[in-house]
Structure formats: C-alpha cells, structure tokens
DNA sequence: AATACAATGTTATATTTTATCACATGAAAA
DNA sequence: TTTTCATGTGATAAAATATAACATTGTATT
C-alpha cells in the first residue's frame, strides 16, 4: 500500500463535517452506510469517522442518485469499479514484470558494449564504475 | 492562492481529530491559539476548526516546545518563515516575469523566421495557423 | 386508483464532545 | 524565593452524534 493510500483510508472526519463537504444528511449518509455503501470507522466512543475515501464515495452516490440509481444498482457500480482497480493493479504488476525483463536485456548489451569499449580504451574505466549494471 | 494552497487552509478538523493526530490535548492545542501561534476557523456555533495548515503548525510547535522554545520564540520563528514564502514569492513572480520577456523574443524571433520561410514555401501554412503566436 | 416500496425527513432521548473559566501544579527563570 | 510559563484538572453549559421510531413524498406495480 502507498503512503496516499494509506492517507486517504485514514478515518479523519466526523459526520458534519462530512455533511457540509458532501451536502448530504446525516440521515442520507447513515442510511446509505446502512446498505453497505460506505463502512466508516468508528472512534472507542462509537462516532463514525469517515476518510477521503469515504468522502469521494459519498459524492459518487450522491451523483449517482442524481442520475436515477437506487441502493443496488450503485452497490453493483461500486464492485465493479473495485474489480477494475483489481484488474488495473494486475495490468501494472505485468507491466512492470515486462520492464524489468527489458531491463535485464538492456544489461546484457550494456555488457557486450563494454566489452567492446575495453579494446580501445583499456584501463580507462575502472571495473567498480559500471559494476552496478550488473548483478 | 493555488487549489492545493486553497484545500490545505480550508476549515475540516475538530479538536478531537486534531488532537489525535498532534498527540496535543485540547488545553495545549487552544493554549497555544491563545498565543496567536495559530488562528482556527470557528463553526457558526463556536467550535474550532482547523486546517492541515494548522495542522502542520502544531506539530511545528510541538517539535520546537519538545526542542525547548518558548512561545515568543516560536511566534518569532513563524514570522521569519512567513516572510521567507513572501520573499520566495516574490522571486517567483520575477522569475515569471523574466520568462514572459523571454516568450516576447521567441515571438519576434518566430516571426521573423516565418517572414523567412515564407520565401520558399510561400501558401503553405495559412496565416491562422501561426497567428497565435503574435499579438 | 390503491398499494407498496424506496429514500429521506422529523422527533425524541441518551451519550459524547467541545467551550469557557477558574484554580492547581511543577519546573524553570528572575 | 517569588514569578512566570506550560499544562493539568474540574465544573458547567452548549453543541454534536447515535439510535430508533414514525412521518412524508415520489414512483412503480398491480
């Protein structure tokens, strides 16, 4: 997990606030809590406490709403959009599988040119200077 | 003000969040706004709210109070920083202003280099084309 | 049209949080 | 040793929140 991931899932605000950064009720934010919605965290005490995260869910459904779409349908939105994130993190994970496949190519040239570069300019090049290339 | 300058001031945190995330109890937190080292927004019903700005600066504070500054140290320490950012402003805007002289003689050098290449490739470039350039 | 359901409003009560003020305290400075 | 500084503690009032029950409104469905 990344540092801002780490502090937009942070629980931060308290429900009016969120009230006045969403423009929604404390009715319609427990109410949409209540169908699973959002699930936010809650102090020893039991006050709910929301994170950016939360906060942008809460302005997704409230659009969302806008547009005609009830409880469920937005519940299905939202697990779709979850499997997406999945998917894209996966599309990242090959994809950085790949560049360090290419990476490992480019060291092998990075080797052969060196080689090559020793013939002329013997003893120019201490070993330890491109030592890091290669492992 | 930037849109980042504008979230970081804006008014989101109760006393409670704050003092979580300062490890300040309340007493400290308005002890120190007694000494104007910060100036919380306040709700239409009196209570504080603070910014990450504040934020920031109250963990500035516990740092320096950890550190063994007093309060007017810690005032004096916030004023020179303050005029330290107006100075670095003011820097920048003279960088900017260096930077649209710069952009006037790229246009008076464009334009000439476009009366040049006009001489060969006469109508192949509409005056449209290049007219944002001057002005 | 009548009914049902979904989304939200309203009201009531209990608990928690915050604000303000006054007084206490320990450590450091004068 | 007095002051002063930074903070703790306690009391009281006001505000925010949680939960639950009931009311209202708009839309679909029959």
Redesign the pocket.
């Known amino acids: 997990m990344t540092g801002s991931e780490i502090r937009r899932s942070m629980p931060l605000f308290?429900?009016?606030?969120v009230?006045q950064l969403t423009e929604l009720?404390?009715?319609?934010i427990?109410?949409?809590e209540e169908?699973q919605l959002i699930t936010p965290a809650r102090?020893d005490?039991?006050?709910?406490l929301y994170s950016l995260n939360d906060i942008d869910k809460l302005l997704e459904i409230k659009d969302l709403?806008d547009q005609?779409v009830?409880?469920a349908g937005i519940k299905q939105l939202f697990t779709v959009k979850e499997k997406q994130v999945f998917d894209d993190d996966l599309k990242k994970q090959e994809e950085k599988v790949r560049r360090d496949l290419s990476d490992e190519e480019l060291r092998k040239l990075l080797r052969k040119e060196f080689m090559q570069a020793g013939r002329f300019t013997r003893s120019s090049l201490r070993q330890g200077d491109m030592s890091r290339f290669f492992h």
Chains 1, 2 share one sequence.
Not at 25 to 28: D, G, K, L, S, V
């Open positions: 308290p429900i009016g606030i009230m009720t404390a009715r319609q427990r109410y949409y169908h102090t005490t039991n006050r709910r709403i005609g009830n409880m």
